[in-house]
């Protein structure tokens, strides 16, 4: 009986610890696709989208890269920028808001590339159904987003003397 339930523990134990190994592997594999892989997987997740729809987002994402990837590489030396006047506890205040300002301007043209993307797909891709399941799930995301704010923004913050 003992030889039994150590082989059965075994089993279960293999078993369990190959199921562990290929969820790892299978969620490394999901975070190393690329940023339009990720978006159009689960824009097909959520919407149901067809092979040539998928097509369609990929190439409106890829149209917007180029644009997207000197913003990003704007915003990086924006926040190095920062870094590096405000080091040891320095404060220069014209340096901050000209490099507060720089960065302002660089998430404006962010929010509208964005913006103009999820334009283009809702109006141009996605059938009048799946127009109303993205509404849905905008609109929950957005009744999420909110919700969050405001429990953040009613928890007490410690001052520290």
């Known amino acids: 009986m003992g030889k039994r339930l150590w082989v059965i523990a075994s089993l279960t134990a293999l078993l369990l610890a190959g199921s562990?190994?290929?969820?790892?592997?299978?969620?490394?594999?999901?975070?190393?696709?690329?940023?339009?892989d990720?978006?159009?997987?689960?824009?097909?997740?959520?919407?149901?989208?067809?092979?040539?729809?998928?097509?369609q987002v990929k190439e409106i994402l890829s149209a917007q890269q180029q644009?997207?990837?000197?913003?990003?590489a704007e915003?990086?030396?924006?926040r190095e920028q920062l870094r590096s006047?405000?080091?040891?506890?320095?404060?220069?205040?014209?340096?901050?808001?000209?490099?507060?300002?720089?960065?302002?301007?660089?998430m404006t043209d962010l929010i509208v590339v964005r913006e103009k993307v999820k334009a283009r797909i809702y109006n141009e891709v996605l059938t009048s159904e799946q127009r109303v399941k993205a509404d849905q799930l905008l609109q929950h995301l957005d009744e999420r987003f909110a919700r969050g704010f405001h429990e953040r923004?009613?928890?007490t913050i410690p001052v520290v003397p």
């Open 67 to 72: 644009s997207v990837s000197t913003l990003l």
């Open 38 to 55: 990720r978006i159009v997987a689960r824009l097909t997740n959520r919407l149901d989208l067809t092979e040539a729809q998928q097509a």
């Open 20 to 36: 562990v190994f290929a969820l790892v592997k299978h969620e490394r594999t999901l975070h190393n696709r690329s940023f339009a």
């Open 85 to 106: 006047v405000t080091a040891s506890g320095k404060f220069d205040e014209a340096q901050v808001r000209a490099i507060a300002s720089q960065q302002a301007q660089t």
């Open 75 to 78: 915003a990086h030396k924006n």
């Open 153 to 155: 923004a009613a928890a």
